[in-house]
């Protein structure tokens, strides 16, 4: 095989059938942004826009791809500290839409953010894939947390919520790949579930019977267990309390702008019945490109990136959506795929952390169209319109592929 | 290559997987209901109606001057839109509305496509809608269909004073500048937005924030009902009070009349700008209608350049009264006595020279102290003692003033003018094309290679008048007093150069007395003659006077008019009485 090829395609038949999965997702999006772009040949629509995203992206893909991974293993850190820095530039400059999320370049804006994403993964992978590490042991989930944390809590101060929550997705799956006991997992995830669940009576009692019955069947120090599970059930009894008593509406109000800067003015719920509408309109085999009413009408707002798969349910139908879905299930399935059968620990946890990436924005986006999760300015990998977020889609594919090559 | 093999087990890959395909379960599972189950309920609400949001205006904040006269307000009028997808055919309903309202097809064309913002949303068309012409097109409602008149704010100017430099005015904004605005202002094409002056300087506060209201439309986009819920409401925008004083203004631009020039008034305790003239100007009035490109074209081309505020972008030699920086250098560095005279022969050679600087009196000012080189403006007094300072010292002192800096004044497009320093020079002349002490006798006097605003020239006068702690100039009366940097001179050296300008105006012989007052009013200044390459000299006067216990500034600039003592300094003159009478009539009230 020539080194073009060999570059393309990897060593394994799966990185070519990741391209064709990409590559249709794309090619989806862009049909998608054709049809609700009203000049879609001027330099100012969204479709014209994206091809050029695409095309520079696909530059930066193949200069990434030319740097070797023991290179990225062995500065890690150094990669981690620099994107840190990166994020801190923004609050130096003057504020973008009242957020220190950019970096203004004149002709497009950069989100440091994004690639603090893939530097912490990285620095976990690193640390997890040391050969000394007894992953069984408690202590092991407290540095990667640490390292979530620290680039979480850097974001949210931006503030971005969004991407604060997406930096903690990959530290789950990352550690279970690991091999970290999954007692100890549920223990970290149990009190985020706890808070959500306390919200509703009857789930709570749903979830506080569920937790009960895996404190039954895991192993371990009755005291201890008993402890973390009555601490548990604290925490959710007090947290309504908490938050319906001790902050009054107008703190509560604060806090809730402080989370969500980027509540349309026009209301978010607004925002939702509006998809809905779309989405259940477009029925089995939806309205014909070009076609949607809620679309064409700019009934729905932000179409041509945190709504998009809103529009191609209505153009496209059920059917439209159904591909699309498969595509995406395919993606995740595959990159788990590379990273199964990759022969280097490290690569292989990197890959299931940027998978992870990938697949928290899919959810969340999707769900937020469908009214399954709140409003949040999360794009939908490779078909969302969007400049920055479709290069770290790019830089995620070119570091699979180097990864894959061992 | 690396440490360590994949010890990634496969009960975690199934474990992840399954997650995996949860999780799209849950999405197509509720895809589907949306869209196969309950099909019939969203098909039906989208066809029949749905709700939308539509933008609500309040009006634009006014402007007035300081005693509440209103300056620039708000008039309605009619506007005429098209959705593009609601015509039956364009071109004849076009050729109709070109009938009604005498505006070309070509120009109706090249709008449709400038303020275009998409198939579906209004674009607007015309503008300032007769009554005739929306009965018209109401009688016709049946070919015109896709065409909408809606009201629409504009601005309306006083009458007396319409003065487009510091006004400003707005515009209607197109799709290209769309991206480069604040996005939480909302704006969109066909909007208005301030776009020069103190329009675009206080848009924030003049703008009205815009509201939601909801209603409900068919798939044609038709109103059905409006639902009053969660309406935000629209706010109109703050009113501006500005520190102008239309009076003085209208006052001072009669003054100035048809000669090109600037008149400038300030409040130098608080900084406020009572005048602002830059002449010749344009009546704002030509943003009222539709304005042809013709007469746009005229007004852009007119070589008295009407559209420059030539108070703030204008760049002129100062002249004479850059002769006072030389004489700060002097006194506060302890370089010479004041009281020490030097002799005006008419004329001045510099040592190991064959060139002879002239004085402008031929026959000499006689024996010259530094009080009556500044009355009298003597030529070779600061020939003779510039000789004393470096270059780079009196560059220095001329940008303490200010020069070469802006004044921060709260305007749009304020250009900073030029104090040459040694780089200037030497990229300019070259190495050896220039001596420090040649280029300073040029420098004394105010000329060569120095360019300054009018308003710069105002701050200038201002530091003098307020000793060095100096109130920031502004024309927005509710803006807090701010200061420039202090300037650190000792009293002895303002004192000094204050009385020098006494003489100028109230001593015989000074070259201001044309300004001289009748009334108590005691006028301090200094009258420039500043030779340029355009013709004429510029006539300057740049001085101070005070008034019931206040300080007051102004400069006087008309351009290529002749000498500062003899056109400059009346018309300071003159306004220093109307402002004196102004105070007196204001106090019996």
Redo the contacts between chains.
Sequence with gaps: MNPFNSFLYGSNEYIGRLYLIISSLIAFGLLTLYSIS?EPLSL?SSFSRQIIFILFSLLIFFLIGRIN??TI?DNSTLIYIFSFLLCLIPFFLSPV??TYRWIDFGLFYIQPGEYLKCASIILIAKYL???QLEVKEGYVVIIPIIIALMSSLLVLNQPDLGTAVIIFAPVL?ML??A?VNTFNLFLLIAPVITIIAAANNIIFNIWALIMFLIFLTFQGNFIKKITIYFANIFTGLLFPFFWNDFLNGYQRQRFLDFLNPDLD???SS?HI??S?????????FGKGWGQG??T????LPVQESDFILSVI?EEF??FG??II?IL??ML??TL?DI??K???????LVI?GLTSIL?SHI?VN??MT?G?MPVKGLPTPFVSAGGSFMLLCFIILALVTNLSK? | MLKIENKADIFHYRTLLFVLFFSISILLSRYFYLQVIDYERYSSKSQVNSIRAKATYAPRGLILDRNGVVLVENYPTYILTVTPYKLSDKDSQFKVISEITDISIEELNRRYKKYNQGRFLPTVIAKNLTFAEISQIEERRLELKGFQYKRFDERLYNDVLNDAHFLGYLRELDRESLPFLDKSQLYRAGELIGWQGVEKQYEKQLRYSKGVEYIEVDTFGREINRINENNIPAYPGNNLILSIDARLQQFSKNLLNDKKGVILISDVDTGDILTMVSNPSYSLDIYRGETSDGDWDSLLKDENKPIINRTISGLYPPGSSFKLITAFNLVEDGLLDPEDSLMCTGSYTPPGSSNTFKCWKEDGHGLVDLNKAIAQSCNVYFYETVQLIKLAEWTNTAKTFGFNFKTDIDLPNELIGQIPDKEFFINTYGRWGWSERGVLLNLTLGQGDILVTPLQSLRYINHIASKGKTAKLKLNASKEIEYYEDINFSEQTWQRVVNGLYDVVNVDGGSGWRAKQESEVKLYGKTSTAENPHGEPHAWFNGFFDLNGKTYSLVVLVENGGGGGAVASPIAGKIVSFFTDLNIEMAEK
């Design positions: 009203s100012s991974i023991k293993h839409e009242n894939s040391n050969h799956p279970l790949w091999g003015p026009m209301g607004y019945i509006q809905i509408t779309a989405i259940g309109s477009g029925g089995l009413s809620q064409q009408l700019k009934f349910a139908g059920f959506i159904s879905m995406f299930f995740i399935k788990l990273a199964f990759c022969s280097d620990y490290f690569s292989s299931v697949f959810f999707s769900a469908i399954l061992n």
